[in-house]
Nanobody
């Protein structure tokens, strides 16, 4: 069965960094574009970034461009999100999923809180 296990979140001060990981199982990982989403308090879930199969290209939401980097390790069935220069508005639960019009069942996500 499909499973997404996100980790690496935590409490960080503004300007700090975190690296999120998402371990994936239950489907042929390297065949799919992968993505990170986030859902802030009182907000709808939004796309943060996605990466192509093979990792040859990536795209980012304007709000994180230049600060976040998505990457993948197909040998480990894992997708990463390196987050630098974090801002309070980045506070959210972060989720990974395939990048499709119809996402697969969501994992539990990992909480990122940016606060002094």
């Amino acid at each position: 069965q499909v499973q997404f296990v996100e980790s690496g979140g935590g409490l960080v001060q503004p300007g700090g960094s975190l690296r999120l990981s998402c371990a994936v199982s239950g489907f042929t990982f390297n065949n799919y574009r992968m993505s990170w989403y986030r859902q802030g308090p009182g907000k709808e879930r939004e796309l943060v970034a996605y990466i192509t199969s093979g990792g040859y290209g990536a795209n980012y939401a304007d709000s994180v461009k230049g600060r976040f980097t998505i990457s993948r390790d197909d040998a480990k069935n894992t997708v990463y999100l390196q987050m630098n220069s974090l801002k309070p508005e980045d506070t959210a639960v972060y989720y990974c999923n395939v990048y499709l019009a119809r996402p697969l069942p969501w994992g539990q996500g990992t909480q990122v809180t940016v606060s002094s």
